[in-house]
């Protein structure tokens, strides 16, 4: 049921075209932070306020909505903005990949490949990837302009010359189509070879920072790296113990006091929908009629 | 007769109805070391900016081996001011990354101009370090964690780790001890001439003129008062203003 005192997804028509206009600009100079003004949302910055103002800008009445935080449909943060969208646009929302047409994500790419047709909306807290080492905004707008990039080169420098390796993990640099430098949002990095040849719009929104930007279908995105130290996206070496993927991004969970753990699919509906189709891993039990969660423990 | 490297005409700098500099006009050729000396307040950092193209200027023609400066676009002169220039402050906090390690420092211009190779760059960082005299295994560490004179170093490594042709300094040895200001003027002495440099040096110190600059170009009130070679300049000086300057009354 719709709250009739606010407008169809919450913000006026006309900051939605605002927000659109910034939108478009974004996707047709791919990877450019596009300037916008950010409005307050009735829930704190770190929630995401700029990925909801992209979605609300983006919502029709008939779309399908899923909103995943890490990976998982149902924590609080995700629960709270399906619900925020189910009260103030009424639309449909779900917990499938396949079957959404948006999806407003924080810190996750969906396993389940997206396909055309498909929005991916992504909360970004910091989005300009030169901040680390020149906090001038001035002089970073500066860089893009001019393509001077060689300081994205000097953190990764600077992470192999005191952990061996490139340690960023999260939040790992990109270049879009050859011209700019980009901050992917905090997903790990191993989801950054997602991000390239997408069929699916892909949109970035940071609230508190005021930028938007895009990759359009289609966008070749590279990790930046070295010729000696490649670009690797790397996961926990195991599979998962629920439904045995061996392909899927894993959260680490401790099961008891002594310390036991496991390794589970941090997609929750990639992991089901594997349950569901009969893999099972190793902790994970043969998913039978009304059970969901298919676990020992 | 070679060509300068670079030839300015006419150089005019005003703040407001403050003057910076007025029709400073000269040749800099290859390899050539220009002192700039005069008091105070006399333009020689407005100068000097105005040249690296750090501030704009209002006025006159500035020729680097052949192309017309002020015309080009700010992607060229910024790819010039990282490829065939550098530009040492005054103060290495200017110059230097303060969160970024030695190695990270040095090999900034490297990669600025597309090198990808950590383990090159590395090498290239660990080889400058030792040219300026700090040890190799400083490297990882953070110019906050070195001294003035170590950090004055660090900084003309990471300038010419790109092998530019021509650099400007700004009071290089000013705020240094004397001991660590004559230690820094004999490895400044060694690097232009091993890497045959040409260098636009602006001091307050008639005697880093003396050890370093060939020529010597003396400023009062935004304007060149004199120049010649430097030996004629300090032992010979025409300009009233340069006698009094010569004679150490304005020295200090
Ligand atoms: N940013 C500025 N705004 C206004 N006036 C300035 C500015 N920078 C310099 N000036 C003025 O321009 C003149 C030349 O200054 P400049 O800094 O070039 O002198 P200088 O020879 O480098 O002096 P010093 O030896 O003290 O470094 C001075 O009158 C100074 O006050
Ligand atoms: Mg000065
Ligand atoms: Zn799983």
Not at chain 1, 123 to 129: D, F, G, N, S
Not at chain 2, 24 to 34: K, M
Request: charged content about 20%; proline content about 5%; some cysteine.
């Amino acid at each position: 049921m719709t709250d009739q005192a606010y407008n169809f997804a919450y913000l006026d028509e006309q900051t939605k075209r605002m927000i659109r206009r910034a939108i478009l600009k974004g996707v047709a100079v791919p990877g450019y932070q596009v300037p916008f003004a950010s409005r307050e949302m009735p829930m704190p910055y770190g929630w995401g306020t700029g990925g909801v103002q992209v979605t609300a800008a983006c919502l029709t009445p008939d779309d399908t909505l899923k909103v995943i935080d890490q990976g998982a449909d149902d924590t609080t943060n995700a629960v709270s903005i399906r619900k925020f969208f189910q009260r103030t646009a009424g639309v449909a929302v779900t917990e499938s990949t396949t079957d959404a047409t948006i999806i407003q994500t924080r810190h996750r790419i969906p396993e389940t490949p997206m396909t055309a047709g498909q929005i991916l909306v992504y909360q970004v807290p910091i989005p300009e990837p030169l901040r680390f080492l020149e906090p001038r905004e001035t002089e970073t707008r500066k860089m893009h302009e001019l393509e001077e990039y060689g300081l994205m080169h000097v953190k990764l420098y600077e992470d192999i010359a005191r952990h061996g390796q490139i340690a960023t993990a999260y939040a790992y640099p990109v270049k879009v189509e050859g011209r700019y430098v980009m901050d992917p949002s905090p997903i790990p990095k191993f989801d950054n070879p997602k991000l390239s040849d997408s069929p699916a719009i892909q949109l970035f929104g940071a609230g508190r920072e005021q930028r938007i930007y895009a990759l359009p279908p289609f966008t070749k995105v590279v990790s930046l790296d070295f010729d000696d130290h490649p670009f690797i996206a790397s996961k926990a070496p195991h599979d998962c113990d629920l439904c045995g993927a061996g392909d899927s991004y894993l959260d680490e969970v401790i099961t008891d006091d002594q310390g036991s753990r496991m390794y589970v699919c941090s997609d929750t509906d990639f992991c089901a929908g594997r349950r569901d189709a009969g893999h099972v891993g190793r902790l994970g039990v043969a998913q039978t009629e009304g059970q969901t969660q298919g676990m020992l423990i | 007769m070679t060509t300068p490297l670079l030839s300015v005409t006419g150089l005019t700098k005003r703040y407001g109805p403050r003057i910076g500099c007025a029709d400073v006009s000269f040749d800099l050729y290859p390899g050539e070391v220009l002192g700039i000396v005069g008091e105070s307040g006399s333009g020689k950092s407005t100068l000097l900016s105005c040249l690296a193209g750090h501030q704009t200027t209002d006025l006159g023609q500035i020729t680097y081996d052949g192309r017309n400066v002020l015309a080009m676009s700010e992607t060229d002169r910024r790819r010039l001011g990282r490829t065939d220039w550098a530009y040492v402050h005054q103060n290495p906090r200017d110059g230097l990354r303060m969160g970024v390690s030695a190695g990270g420092n040095v090999g900034e211009r490297l990669m600025a101009i597309g090198a990808r190779h950590y383990g090159q760059i590395r090498d290239s960082a660990t080889n400058w370090l030792g040219r300026v005299e700090i040890a190799a295994d400083r490297i990882d560490d953070r110019p906050t964690a070195f001294s003035g004179g170590m950090q004055q170093r660090l900084q003309i490594a990471r300038n010419l780790v790109t092998a530019p042709r021509l650099v400007f300094m700004d009071e290089p040895t000013g705020g240094l001890d004397v001991s660590v200001q004559a230690r820094l003027l004999d490895l400044l002495r060694g690097l232009v001439r091993d890497l045959g440099l040409s260098v636009i040096i602006v001091t307050h110190d008639l005697a880093v003129v003396r050890l370093l600059a060939h020529r010597l170009m003396v400023m009062k009130s935004g304007r060149v008062v004199e120049q010649g070679l430097t030996d004629q300049v300090l032992d010979d000086p025409q300009h009233a203003y340069t006698q009094l300057l010569v004679s150490s009354v304005l020295a200090a």
